[in-house]
């Protein structure tokens, strides 16, 4: 191949040189670079980018001339350009395409490893909860304690102090004890103890008590301890989740459910403590949902349009009672001054079910004495925070007793 390349540059020079002598120079030039070539045939390979443009502009020279000087004559065939050789581009071409498609393996290699990667990542996020073993041996305190798994009081609505909720009933047996003195009198009524009793009856004061109470309320001298008796009892068991009243104070869907909870006697009602430990973490929760700012994590608060009705109707009911006591100068007064006790009242029974612990009240006095009527019902701890109940309940405010005799 070499042999045929000098060969056809001697042919073009020689042309040249025959068509104008004249520029013998620039002819003499080129065949001396010519001869070179013919001389060592492997120097084909070696020769620089630039004598290759030399040579090639030298000739494009000569022949313009012998196109202008020949009119006459055949003109020799042009000259092939001299260039990259075939085999040169085509190893250049398979290489380009070995390397691009090296770079795009390794580039879909690292996409759909990282592509796997976050896959991977994702299906974590979605698998299932951790899986709980509970004991079938265990108690089923634990066993529900151990299923909720979730510390339901990171977000549950938070607890308010002991000492505070003691001060907040006291305040209660207080103002119960201003509303008695400013708007009953203490004048002979002509209602007998039966009808009195009656009355009581239907607001949900214990029968064996009732008949002494309503004896009570009639004598002018103990009337206001009489009183005080019915108007607290029956106001703070509207807030009490285990009395079920069906004068309830408590949010309208709380008292609903409550009143539709059957009542199972000892045989098929199941242990109580499972009933009691449902109860509490149904309580918990359904304080938690009915509040309308969550995340305050404050207790619930009764507004005028969820609870105005209910107010009216216990203090419609305790006046079948209480209300023929009412100084007549003092009735309008009276129902107004009432009703602003038991909006206090349901404010207190609203923190109570907001609480993760569990409340009763103390109705009766527990010491045994005889004689003794109790004006405003004591508070006890029934569970801890986690809904386990207490073996011995902690009693945190005494009630406010009355010696009798």
């Not at 690292?110 to 004991?135: C, D, M, Y």
């Not at 103990?222 to 106001?235: D, E, F, K, Q, Y």
């Not at 009705?309 to 006046?319: E, M, T």
């Not at 386990?388 to 009355?402: G, K, T």
Request: aromatic share 4%.
């Amino acid at each position: 191949m070499t042999g045929s390349a000098n060969s056809e540059n001697a042919s073009t020079v020689l042309v040249t040189a025959e068509v104008d002598p004249s520029r013998s120079s620039v002819s003499g030039s080129v065949l001396s670079e010519t001869s070179a070539i013919a001389v060592d045939p492997n120097a084909t390979n070696s020769i620089s980018q630039s004598t290759i443009v030399s040579a090639t502009a030298m000739t494009a020279a000569a022949e313009a001339a012998s196109a202008t000087a020949t009119s006459t004559g055949t003109a020799s065939p042009p000259p092939d350009k001299p260039g990259v050789p075939a085999g040169a581009v085509a190893g250049a071409a398979v290489g380009c395409l070995i390397a691009g498609l090296l770079f795009g393996f390794l580039g879909a290699f690292f996409l759909l490893r990282r592509r796997g990667k976050k896959q991977h990542s994702r299906s974590r996020h979605h698998e299932a909860p951790e899986t709980v073993v509970i004991n079938e041996k265990s108690s089923p305190t634990s066993a529900v304690s151990e299923v909720s798994g979730t510390k339901l009081d990171h977000f549950l609505l938070d607890f308010t102090p002991d000492k505070e909720i003691a001060q907040e009933l006291r305040g209660l047996g207080d103002l119960i004890q201003l509303h008695v003195d400013n708007n009953y009198h203490l004048q002979p009524v002509q209602v007998s103890p039966s009808t009195l009793t009656q009355a009581l009856l239907s607001l949900g004061l214990a029968p064996e008590s009732a008949n002494g109470v309503a004896s009570l309320c009639i004598e002018p001298r103990t009337r206001a301890l009489g009183l005080r008796h019915v108007i607290s009892t029956v106001a703070l068991a509207s807030v009490d989740v285990n009395a079920k009243s069906p004068l309830s104070l408590l949010p309208a869907p709380i008292a609903a459910f409550l009143q539709s909870i059957p009542q199972l006697d000892g045989q098929s009602g199941g242990q109580p403590e499972n009933t009691s430990l449902a109860l509490s973490k149904w309580r918990a929760l359904s304080a938690y949902l009915l509040h309308p700012e969550r995340g305050e994590r404050t207790p619930l608060v009764p507004t005028e349009a969820t609870s105005l009705a209910q107010i009216q109707g216990l203090a419609a009911a305790l006046n079948t009672a209480i209300g023929h006591f009412i100084d007549p100068a003092q009735r309008a007064g009276q129902m107004e001054n009432l009703q602003a006790v038991l909006l206090d009242v349901a404010k207190f029974g609203y923190v109570l079910l907001s609480q993760p612990t569990d409340w009763g009240f103390v109705y009766e006095a527990n010491h045994g004495r005889e004689f003794v009527l109790v004006l405003r019902p004591g508070l006890q701890k029934l569970s801890h925070r986690d809904g386990r109940p207490y073996s011995s309940p902690p009693l945190v405010v005494a009630p406010d007793e009355a010696q009798l005799a």
